[in-house]
Nanobody, 118 residues
């Protein structure tokens, strides 16, 4: 059983920083590609950042240079460091992990709210 639990969301002023964490239970973490998605009210869920099992990262254009995704396989945890936050970053952030052998299998966390406001 794979469970993902996010933490670290909250309220921050524009220009501030937050670090999100996603702890993954079970023994599959090293085999999971991980990502952070976000979804604002009335909008589709979008991929913010991803990291492969080998550590290759990818970012949405809107967060490049401001957000950093990383993973610690010893702690079964993936992080999203968010700097220079903007009001448009306000959203519920979801942790995702997936493995693809024949078919893709996705795992999701429950989401954590990030609100950027003055």
């Amino acid at each position: 059983q794979v469970q993902l639990v996010e933490s670290g969301g909250g309220l921050v002023q524009p220009g501030g920083s937050l670090r999100l964490s996603c702890a993954v239970s079970g023994s599959m973490f090293a085999f999971l590609a991980m990502g952070w998605y976000r979804q604002a009210p009335g909008q589709q869920r979008e991929l913010v950042a991803s990291i492969t099992t080998g550590g290759t990262t990818n970012y949405a254009d809107s967060v490049k240079g401001r957000f950093t995704i990383s993973r610690d396989n010893a702690k079964n945890t993936v992080y999203l460091q968010m700097n220079s936050l903007k009001p448009e970053d306000t959203s519920v952030y979801y942790c995702n992990g997936f493995v693809q052998v024949i078919a893709r299998k996705d795992y999701w966390g429950q989401g954590t709210q990030v609100t950027v406001t003055s």
